[in-house]
């Protein structure tokens, strides 16, 4: 089938299904996830490995996009409001997760390069489904304030993580003798040259936009930006993620409108986010999937512990109150757009364990998005920061679509 019309069958197929997923309470990632797989290789193969291999720089474009977005929550103004508090519980969960997740899998056996990668993959969470649960729900208080803080910062710190393991990866995969350099050196100055090359773009993008003031010269700017920044990092070996991110950093910090600036690019990217997932869907080969279930299974309860243990101990430890520490972990389980972007990374990056990761991840992602929202409502609730009216309103649906 031609490569056009493979693209509008899945996202039309994606937006289909998002309705069934609205009706059960599942969020649109899932939807788009399920729809790609249906209509990639492995199912119907509207989109072949032909179709497939031509959409690749649709799917890093979109990576930036992501990582661009995560930046643009990184106001220096917001991050002051959030205090020591909040990074530090952020600190604590994202390495619990991923010491967790590198010990278990390290001592069930699995190759080191694959547990390190995982490891790091881990400390990821999905904004978007967390703030859904919280907007449905007109959630509010002290825990749903520190939530929002921590899920806004955990991303960047994953991303931070995931750069310096993935390089320690490719350093053990290479055959090469392992070295302070290879180790710790060159991540650090990847991370180092990502973030200054993404601040460099971001100041020169600020710059630019003194003299174009509508919203659709802007957005041609912004576009222009993210652009640049995949293909100067992946030109020259660097973090197109970090990169991109340093961009929206940059950009809302030195930009007076940044919050209308972060919404012109909020309203261009949905249709690129929906093919990114749908595409994502597509590629989960299905023959891989039946080989990584312990594997999976592994990942996917570490994750789980990590996050949550590590959020109590960073909220004891900044002596936040009871309902903090006893819930906060459980709203930190969905894991979305940002640890796929990861597990595409990899197949470039550590071919040798692209397609297991990339599985793994994904079938994580089916799991925690159907489990994810459903445990953070509930955490919201036990800690009394939903509102009663809220519940009223819901239960009355409930019983009234019973009643039909």
């Known amino acids: 089938m031609n490569m056009l019309l493979s693209m509008a069958a899945a996202i039309a197929l994606g ?8 009706k059960i309470n599942l969020p649109n990632v899932t939807a788009y996830l399920v729809a790609g797989l249906a209509v990639g290789p492995y199912c119907l193969n509207l989109f072949d490995q032909d179709a497939l291999a031509g959409v690749a720089q649709i799917t890093s474009v979109a990576l930036g996009f992501i990582a661009f977005s995560i930046g643009g929550e990184f106001k220096w103004e917001s991050l002051k409001r959030v205090g020591t508090k909040a990074v530090i519980i952020t600190l604590f969960q994202a390495l619990a997760a991923l010491a967790l997740v590198d010990i278990v899998l390290l001592v069930f056996g699995f190759d080191v390069p694959l547990s390190i990668t995982l490891g790091a993959i881990a400390t990821a969470t999905a904004p978007a489904a967390t703030l859904m649960v919280v907007r449905q729900y007109r959630a509010q208080g002290t825990m749903t304030n520190t939530l929002l803080s921590v899920v806004a910062m955990d ?15 490719q350093s053990l995969t290479s055959g090469a003798a392992p070295t302070l350099y290879n180790m710790l050196i060159s991540p650090l100055l990847e991370i180092m040259l990502s973030l200054v090359v993404g601040g460099l773009l971001g100041a020169l993008l600020s ?19 993210v652009l640049a920044g995949v293909a100067l990092a992946d030109g020259y070996g660097l973090s197109s ?26 309203r261009w990217t949905p249709p ?13 080969d299905l023959h891989v999937l039946s080989t990584v279930g312990i594997l999976g299974l592994l990942y996917i309860l570490a994750r789980s512990l990590g996050k949550y243990f590590g959020a109590r101990v960073g909220a004891s430890v900044v002596k936040s109150e009871p309902k903090i520490r006893k ?11 940002v640890a796929i972007g990861m597990a595409q990374v990899v197949i470039t990056k550590l071919p040798e364990y692209g397609a297991e990761i990339r599985a793994v991840v994904l079938c994580a992602t089916l799991v925690y998005e159907l489990i994810g929202p459903v445990i953070t409502r509930i955490a919201l609730e036990r800690s009394g920061e939903i509102p009663g009216s809220v519940l009223a309103e819901q239960k009355h649906r409930k ?3 019973s009643a039909h």
């Open 272 to 284: 690129l986010f929906t093919l990114f997932f749908v595409i994502s869907g597509a590629e989960l």
């Open 15 to 22: 937006l289909l299904l998002t309705r069934i997923a609205k």
């Open 207 to 225: 710059f630019l936009m003194r003299f174009f003031r509508s919203r659709a010269n802007r957005l041609s700017l912004m576009l222009a930006a």
């Open 327 to 337: 819930y906060l972990g459980l709203t930190l389980l969905p894991q979305a757009g």
């Open 155 to 169: 991303d960047a710190i994953g991303l931070a993580a995931f750069s310096i393991s993935l390089a320690i990866a």
């Open 241 to 266: 993620l970090l990169t991109c991110m340093a961009i929206g950093a940059a950009m809302v910090n030195l930009r007076d409108d940044s919050e209308m600036l972060v919404e012109i690019i909020d």
């Open 399 to 401: 019983n009234k679509a």
